[in-house]
């Protein structure tokens, strides 16, 4: 199956728009979208809940052609037969990609993944977040080999691109380690870069042989100058490939 998206760059930034007004998330997008190494945007809660899906595609799509991914804070972890409702209605607004942590079971994967890609979006398949105490191990409530699971499982329904924690490289290195025998060429989209501890030039050397794109916000939106900054990202994760 055909990946609906392809980023610009192997190894790059992915800018998450959660500034607190829609105009800031706009300057972001206009500072920042012309870095080479910068290969899309995160849109997540803050502009949704205010403008409406379709809505805020539409004004983003104005001042970018990068691919725009919706993170629904978390879609997947529902009844399996709202994933077709779901996937519909992503693709109707015109989203590029939709991250996805199907912790709800097999058929919860089987379904967000499948109706992801029948609509023609890019599932990017998570189940883990990153600080310590969101597994079991930590003290939380979640199995530490879930996400292990989740990616074997969404393998098998097509995807190809998965969300690792990557406050430290540990999880992005054992994912990195089994995925590679089952897919030719994975991509992994890693958030916790910048005030979780993560730096994006040790995940891309955690997982060679990867894709690895870096998920960062208040790095970029939050910084004195957001185009030095995401540029000074961008540009250590392609040195760190080599």
């Not at 939709?98 to 990017?124: N, Q, W, Y």
Request: overall charge neutral; aromatic content about 6%.
């Amino acid at each position: 199956m055909p990946v609906p998206v392809k980023f610009r760059a192997q190894h790059g930034i992915i800018v998450t728009l959660d500034a607190d007004s829609v105009e800031a998330c706009k300057r972001t997008i206009e500072v920042t979208t012309s870095i080479h190494g910068v290969v899309g945007y995160k849109l997540g809660m803050t502009m949704v809940l205010r403008m409406g899906l379709a809505e805020a595609v539409r004004q983003l799509r104005s001042i970018t052609d990068l691919p725009l991914l919706y993170d629904h804070q978390k879609a997947g972890p529902d009844v399996f037969d709202m994933a077709a409702k779901f996937a519909g209605l992503c693709a109707e607004a015109k989203v590029d990609g939709l991250i996805l942590f199907p912790t709800a079971g097999p058929r919860s994967v089987d379904a967000f993944v499948g109706e992801t890609l029948k609509r023609g979006m890019l599932p990017l398949v998570g189940g883990d977040l990153p600080f310590p105490d969101y597994n079991v191990s930590g003290g939380g409530y979640v199995a530490d080999d879930a996400l292990d699971h989740i990616i074997a499982r969404a393998i098998d329904v097509g995807a190809s691109h998965f969300v690792i924690p990557g406050n430290t490289p540990d999880k992005l290195r054992h994912h990195a380690a089994w995925v590679r025998e089952k897919l030719k060429a994975p991509v992994f989209v890693v958030p916790g870069i910048g005030p979780l501890g993560g730096k994006i030039g040790d995940l891309v050397r955690a997982a060679p042989g990867c894709s690895v794109l870096g998920v960062v916000g208040r790095a970029v939106y939050a910084a004195n100058d957001p185009a030095a900054a995401a540029r000074a990202l961008a540009d250590e994760a392609q040195a760190a490939a080599g």
